[in-house]
């Protein structure tokens, strides 16, 4: 190929190269501006080239230097000395004595969960250490329908829901829960653990403001550590510190870029068992315009006048709370999660809430569970009641009757927390460890005497820095999960038996710490 071929070659190239950039949207208008700009003034035409080239070439370099070393070279022995010293971290802590001890001691049922139970040992005891608080386990309507939809359905979706994992049953169950609550919209979960931390950083990302109650539960501190943002505590309880931390927020956030601003709580708290005060929240976070976050997993089916959760205990529009987080694993005997609020809340979580996206879609099974005790509970609103009777009478047996142990729960909430009393506390010298051995040993002995109950188990604090703010503790304590599914006998006599054996313990020589006389 000559010199004349490749220049008529590179014309015709050049032609074709013009003609494909002449149809592009706004070529027109660019090649005005470069001719006339290259007649009225050459030298800024070039000036403007180099920096469109070095303009690119900065984009699509690296951000680090790929020709400089960055690190030390070892040689060989040292790069081999350097893996046999290595030794890698567990990735769980090992098991203390006392969590072995309790392992081997754990008691296992035999057959379905009911108020009364078989365990492995053929010994039958009374059942308060699970959440079957109206009994459904065994309501035969319940058990029907369960049956029905696993023979349509089978046992799983074995997909993600918004991909082939969605089936009309869980549109239903979510519509059903928004009815039931009284909100816009619903997505149900497929866990419930994992729903709520999913559902903080769906929303709260870094540089978002977070204001949290000390005394939330595990769930809620895995999703604030997730969502990276910016933590605020306030104590447990104390909405007047709520006001002086939210004010203080307003202000240093004042001439500042906009930021989102989050209050994230518990309507019926997991490790406390007291009750937040909704109305005073709703008033806080519409003065300082934050959004409100909250967790009723325990007080969803519990709280109300037929179960509705902690807005119709206090006769608060549901609309007030941007995000309404329960669970369907408790008082509805079924599982997952669920979040309620206004449409574009709940749409925005099907696709940025990872539980959800990257989770396989509830069993069908278990959303017509929740779906029919849903259905109970508004046909019956004396299963609550009858349910809140045997709550009466247990703790009449033991919060002011026990000299050693004092009940934090709310009157209406059926998990009772027992924590030992304060001034036996200080009176005996009690550490914390001191005090999970007798709270143990209070549930051996009441098994031994023919109750399962179970004590309140705390996870450790997460590593981010600003959850560990060391001003919080999980106090060791009894946890009795009450259900109507007793008689009112039995109610009495498994309150009895759990007083009669904290006395019995704490009477015992071994944990007489100061050697007081036996109450």
């Known amino acids: 190929m000559d010199l004349h071929e490749v220049h008529s070659h590179l014309n015709d190239w050049l032609r074709e190269a013009a003609s494909a950039f002449q149809k592009v949207p706004g070529s027109a208008v660019l090649i005005r501006y470069v001719r006339s700009s290259y007649q009225n003034d050459p030298v800024r035409s070039a000036i403007e080239l180099v920096l469109f080239i070095f303009f690119i070439r900065y984009l699509m370099s690296p951000s680090?230097?790929?020709?400089?070393?960055?690190?030390?070279?070892l040689t060989e022995d040292e790069i081999d000395e350097l893996v046999d010293e290595w030794t890698p971290e567990p990735?769980?802590?090992?098991?203390?004595?006392?969590d072995q001890a309790e392992l081997e001691k754990l008691p296992v049922i035999v057959g379905a969960t009911g108020p009364k139970s078989k365990l492995a040992n053929g010994k039958t005891v009374t059942n308060l250490a699970s959440y079957n608080f109206y009994n459904f386990n065994a309501n035969e309507q319940i058990k029907e329908k369960a049956i029905q939809t696993l023979r349509t359905y089978g046992v799983g979706p074995c997909g993600p829901p918004q991909f082939y994992g969605t089936q009309d049953v869980h549109m239903k169950t979510e519509a059903d829960i928004a009815s039931f609550i009284g909100t816009e919209g619903c997505i149900v979960y497929a866990h419930a653990f994992s729903t709520i931390s999913s559902v903080i950083p769906s929303f709260c990302k870094r540089g978002d403001i977070i204001v949290a109650d000390r005394g939330v539960n595990y769930s809620i501190r895995r999703g604030l550590e997730i969502s990276r943002s910016t933590i605020k505590w306030y104590n447990h309880g104390d909405l007047e510190e709520l006001e002086q931390v939210m004010r203080k927020v307003v202000k240093e956030q004042a001439g500042k870029k906009l930021t989102r601003r989050f209050i994230v709580t518990e309507a019926l708290f997991e490790m406390t068992g007291d009750i937040n005060n909704l109305p005073k929240l709703i008033e806080l976070k519409e003065k300082y315009k934050f959004r409100l976050m909250l967790d009723e997993t325990w007080s969803f089916g519990v709280l109300g006048r037929t179960g509705r959760g902690l807005t119709e205990a206090q006769n608060v529009d549901p609309s007030g709370v941007d995000m309404i987080v329960g669970s369907l694993a408790g008082p509805l005997c079924a599982g997952g999660g669920f979040c309620a609020g206004a449409k574009d809340v709940v749409e925005h979580q099907r696709v940025s809430s990872t539980a959800y996206t990257f989770s396989a879609a509830l069993p069908a099974m278990l959303a017509v569970t929740a779906s029919e005790s849903l259905n109970l509970l508004q046909s019956n609103p004396e299963i609550l009641l009858q349910c809140r009777e045997n709550?009466?009478?247990?703790?009449?047996?033991?919060?002011?009757?026990?000299?050693?142990?004092?009940?934090?729960?709310?009157?209406?909430?059926p998990v009772m927390i027992l924590t030992l009393k304060p001034e036996v506390v200080k009176a005996r010298r009690l550490t914390v460890k001191d005090q999970e051995r007798l709270v143990q040993e209070f549930v051996d002995e009441t098994l031994a005497n023919g109750v399962l109950i179970t004590r309140l188990k705390g996870m450790p604090i997460s590593q981010h820095g600003s959850l560990k703010d060391g001003m919080?503790?999980?106090?060791?304590?009894?946890?009795?999960?009450?259900?109507?599914?007793?008689?009112?006998?039995?109610?009495?006599?498994?309150g009895v038996t759990i007083r009669h054996a904290v006395t019995k313990v704490m009477t015992r020589k071994t944990n007489n710490k100061l050697g007081l006389p036996a109450a």
Do not use: M
Not at 64 to 73: A, F, H, Q, R
Not at 391 to 413: F, G, H, M
Not at 472 to 478: F, I
């Open 472 to 494: 919080y503790a999980v106090v060791p304590a009894l946890k009795v999960c009450v259900t109507s599914g007793l008689s009112k006998k039995d109610v009495e006599k498994a």
């Open 91 to 98: 990735l769980v802590p090992p098991p203390t004595a006392q």
């Open 391 to 413: 709550i009466r009478l247990l703790r009449a047996q033991l919060d002011p009757r026990s000299d050693w142990v004092v009940c934090t729960s709310a009157p209406e909430n």
């Open 64 to 73: 680090y230097s790929t020709s400089k070393v960055n690190y030390v070279k």
